[in-house]
């Protein structure tokens, strides 16, 4: 296997990015999103950073990995948290520690910001094998549990 390069993603790494959503919601909750809705979703990042950033993992030039950063604030710690949301390996890159790659890389954002005060993310309960690899990577599920109302 080449090497792995981590990055934060370009508007040029938006069509990689659709895909992978795409298939994602067809993977984890046999779900076909509308594309036109997905890919306006995926540029008003790029369009407006406030509203959160894409990273990516890519080998020989080919985009294999991404997911995004959004933002909460935390009163309690003065600060500003960074969500993962929207992770996607490409099958055939999996269990082989490309997202522990991308996650390290993200990492090292906010251990280097002291205005970030930590990261989060929620994943399915019964994604097992998710929840493996993010507490061999030192997160923990033991304080919250997400609900929601979606419209």
Do not use: C
Not at 14 to 40: C, G, H, K, P, W
Not at 104 to 128: P, T
């Amino acid at each position: 296997m080449s090497e792995i390069q981590y990055r934060e993603a370009t508007p040029d790494d938006a069509a990689s990015i659709v895909e992978f959503q795409l298939a994602m919601a067809r993977e984890t909750e046999e779900l076909e999103l509308d594309r036109a809705t997905l890919s306006r979703g995926v540029a008003a990042v790029f369009a407006n950073a406030t509203l959160g950033r894409y990273f990516v993992a890519e080998e020989e030039e080919d985009v294999i990995a991404s997911l995004l950063i959004t933002y909460e604030w935390s009163d309690w710690r003065a600060g500003t948290v960074w969500w993962i949301q929207s992770v996607y390996v490409v099958p055939s890159f999996r269990r082989r520690g490309v997202y522990a790659g991308l996650y390290s890389h993200v990492k090292a954002f906010v251990e280097g910001d002291a205005a970030i005060r930590g990261i989060r993310l929620y994943v399915d309960e019964r994604n097992r094998p998710a929840q493996e690899v993010y507490a061999r990577l030192g997160m923990n599920g033991e304080h919250y549990r997400v609900f929601e109302w979606m419209k």
